[in-house]
């Protein structure tokens, strides 16, 4: 495992926005596939979207309501994942993990694809 550590999570109110980080020790994530995931109570983890090395992210029709996007600052080595217009569902605990660079520039978040993650950072939104 490769260290990653996420954080900028907290209690925010709905209808906020909020963005997380994923940082890497020791490695690049300019040259990795990455992959943002969530474990929301009662619920199995689930994919929220992802950024390729090239700069794509999911294909139209897998991204949902767009409340989602990644970006990356390659100097900082760090990956964000910025949400908007926050709900109450979306209270959990957020994951970003890591693969080797696929070359393409559709990703998915299917969870075997990717084999080193983070531990976690808790998002709460609540009134």
């Known amino acids: 495992q490769l260290p990653l550590v996420e954080s900028g999570g907290g209690l925010v109110q709905p209808g906020e926005s909020l963005t997380l980080s994923c940082t890497a020790t020791g490695f690049n994530l300019e040259h990795q596939d990455m992959g943002w995931f969530r474990q929301t109570p009662g619920k199995e983890r689930e994919g929220v979207s992802c950024?390729?090395?090239?700069?794509?992210?999911?294909r139209p029709q897998d991204s949902g309501s767009g409340r989602f996007t990644v970006s990356r600052d390659n100097l900082k080595n760090t990956v964000f994942l910025h949400i908007k217009n926050l709900e109450v569902e979306d209270t959990g605990l957020y994951y970003c993990?890591?693969?080797?660079?696929?070359?393409?520039?559709?990703?998915?978040?299917?969870?075997?694809?990717?084999?080193?993650w983070g531990r976690g950072t808790q998002v709460i939104v609540s009134s």
């Open positions: 950024l390729t090395s090239r700069g794509g992210t999911l």
């Open positions: 993990a890591t693969r080797g660079a696929s070359g393409r520039w559709f990703c998915r978040t299917t969870e075997s694809d990717y084999n080193n």
